[in-house]
Every structure is written in C-alpha cells, then in structure tokens.
C-alpha cells in the first residue's frame, strides 16, 4: 500500500469518539449580569482565554480575552459581560463524531467551543483543542496496543481456516436522510465485525472511515440510501447508494473543501467538504456514478493482500 493510503490509529480514533467523550465537564461561566471587570478576574484566576455566557441553564453567549482588551483599550470595564459578548455563538453537540469538531476547529480558527444537548440546548461542556489532543492520547495509550496486540497475536484468524472460495460476509444498513442522532451507529458494528474476522487494524480503519465519510454525505445531501460492505480473502468492497439530487459537478465533488451544505448544516459542523476526497484517499480505487435528480452510486475497493498490516 502506497504510503499516501495509510490511515493511523488517531485519524481512526477521532471519526468513532464523540465529543462528550474528551470534552471538558468543568465548565467556568459568567452571567450576562457580571460586569467586565468581574470577567478579568475570572479569567485570570482560572487562567483561561474565554468563557460562555449562561443565563437560567441556557446558553446566550460567549466572551472572550479579545472582547476584554476592547473593553480596557476603550476604558468600559464597567459594561456588563451582555453588552460585551458576541451573542452568535457557534456550538457542538455531545453525541456529534468528533471528527465534525475537528473539522468545525479548522474552518473556524475558534480555541473552543461550547458542548450542547441536541435535544434541549442546555450547555453540558466545553471543547478545546487542548481537550481534543488529551482525548486522543489517554485512548491511544489504552486502545492502540491492546488492538494491535490482538491481532498479531491471534493464532487461528478466521480466514486462515475457512475455504475462502465458499465463504461470504455481507453487512448492509439503512441511513436515513437527516439522521444525524445515529450517525455512525452502524459503522461502529461493522468495525468489529471486521475486527472479529481477522482484517489488519490498518485496512478496518481505511474502511471504516470512508463508511463514516459516505453515510455522512448520504445523511447530509441524499434521500435516504443504504451502505453494504462485503468481503473476502483479496478486497473489502464498499457500496453507497442513494436516492437523491446527485451530483451535478463530479470533478468539482472530488475537489478537497469544496461544499455545497446549507448554512443550518454547516453549523451544526457538518458538510466541510472533505468527504468524498477522504473515501478516495482511503480505498485503493474508487467509483463515482451520479445522475441528476436519480441519486448517487459510490464503489470504493480495499485491496487486502498487499501486505497491509498495521
């Protein structure tokens, strides 16, 4: 496998987290009644650079360290943390894939972001990159060396004892358009599934997250469709069907960024345009078939007798 298809275990690890499970429960807020003052010294006693603004449970704003050298340059430290705070705030969800959070980082420049409930809006958390990088690495530590340890040590794979010319896995299921509250439910099956065959850890991730690429794509643009993945001793193949607008520019699709989500989308930190160049970048081929109006064909093909391995 050339070294561009190489997937690691932290790529791998931050499409199957959630965001409720590396961000920060300690949460440091202010209310829109504290004056600006009052926010200096909160700051500087917790020694962060921002904090959300809570009114009741809800979430009404969020202020930060640039809002406070406006106020000090401009001689208004009396003004209320209400008059001062930006009240567009730009938010995650706890049951989000991480992988949107790291997405919603880079097309910000934000340094965190508040954690909510989708269902009620109440603030449960906050994000940092500095949570995202602790997350990553506390997993790492556990999660890396027990799979890897698994599988090079596994005596009987299931494949070296089975008659591959009469053996067939098929896993398929449903994704429903707009679906976001299971995103990635399935995926998490078909990962062990794998696992439990006997794939290289390597070629699970490859799979795994071009699934997770399609069905996200199928829940954001399509109608509704279905994803199969069969496999056998030389190739994984995965399929992703669906019934919906298509894609008008293929070329234009396959472009790294480009993005035609709707605004309500793309702040719920989706749609960043990277999907179909992921599924690309991480099968060894890749079939794109579109027609307008009919729906959207994919085909991507992991070749597993080219001494992937870790």
Not at 182 to 191: D, F, Q, R, T
Not at 211 to 227: L, V
Not at 233 to 251: K, V
């Amino acid at each position: 496998m050339t070294q561009d298809k190489k997937i690691t275990k932290t790529q791998e690890l931050i499409y199957s987290l959630r965001v409720k499970d590396v961000m920060s429960t300690d949460i440091v807020t202010v209310s829109p009644s504290n004056t600006m003052n009052e926010l200096k010294e909160i700051l500087r006693i917790r020694r962060i650079s921002g904090t959300p603004v809570v009114e009741g449970k809800q979430l009404v704003g969020i202020v930060g360290i640039d809002d406070l050298i406006r106020c000090l340059s401009n001689g208004e430290m009396d003004a209320t943390v209400g008059e001062k705070m930006s009240k567009k705030v730009e938010t995650l969800c706890a049951d989000e894939p991480l992988a949107n959070a790291v997405n919603k980082f880079e097309q910000y420049g934000f340094g965190r972001f508040p954690v909510i409930e989708r269902n009620h809006g109440r603030l449960i958390g906050i994000l940092t990159k500095g949570d995202v990088v602790k997350g990553l690495l506390t997993r790492l530590e556990i999660a890396y060396h027990t799979e890897e340890f698994r599988y090079n040590n596994s005596i009987n794979p299931v494949f070296d004892n089975i008659a591959m010319d009469k053996t067939n896995f098929h896993f398929q299921y449903r994704v429903d358009s707009r679906d976001f509250n299971v995103a990635g439910e399935s995926i998490n099956k078909l990962k062990k599934i794998l696992s439990q065959i006997g794939f290289p850890p390597q070629i699970i991730r490859r799979v795994t997250i071009a699934a997770y690429e399609a069905e996200m794509n199928m829940i954001i643009y399509s109608y509704g469709g279905h994803i199969s993945v069969s496999a056998d001793q030389q190739h994984i193949i995965l399929e992703a069907c669906d019934a919906g607008p298509g894609i008008p520019d293929i070329e234009q699709a396959m472009r790294q960024g480009f993005s035609t989500a709707p605004v309500w989308v793309q702040e719920l930190g989706f749609g960043a345009g990277m999907g179909l160049p992921n599924i690309n970048k991480c099968a060894d081929t890749m079939e794109l078939k579109s027609e307008a109006g009919k729906g959207t064909h994919i085909k991507a093909v992991f070749n597993t007798t080219n001494g992937d391995g870790v």
